[in-house]
């Protein structure tokens, strides 16, 4: 069992920056990866980025490269989501998440997810 926390949500105008925040806890040791996820009111729920915790390797999704950055601190247990240039159409409830296994995350599956912190960009 993981338990994952997410912080660093709030309202920010367009073009503005915000950097999230995702500390897990628990059975930590059992975590290959952790990333975040999105859900924007009548939306479906859509992958933004991953890294993996041993080696570092990030992906995101085409909609936030280049103006997201997702960084680890092992120490902590804490993953970070550094946003950038925010559009309003960043605006959306987002989700961390945790996997065991390779490939899970970015295919939707995680094993574990957060309750989420809700980012509004102004326009």
């Known amino acids: 069992q993981v338990q994952l926390g997410e912080s660093g949500g709030g309202l920010v105008q367009a073009g503005g920056s915000l950097r999230l925040s995702c500390a897990a806890s628990g059975r930590t040791f059992s975590v290959y990866a952790m990333g975040w996820f999105r859900q924007a009111p009548g939306k479906e729920r859509e992958f933004v980025a991953r890294?993996?915790?041993?080696?570092?390797?990030?992906y995101y999704a085409d909609s936030v490269k280049g103006r997201c950055t997702i960084s680890r601190d092992n120490a902590k247990n804490t993953v970070y989501l550094q946003m950038n240039s925010l559009k309003p159409e960043d605006t959306a409830v987002y989700y961390c998440a945790a996997a065991r296994l390779p490939g899970t995350l970015d295919n939707g599956v995680p094993d574990y997810w957060g309750k989420g912190t809700l980012v509004t960009v102004s326009s």
């Open positions: 890294i993996n915790w041993s080696g570092g390797n990030t």
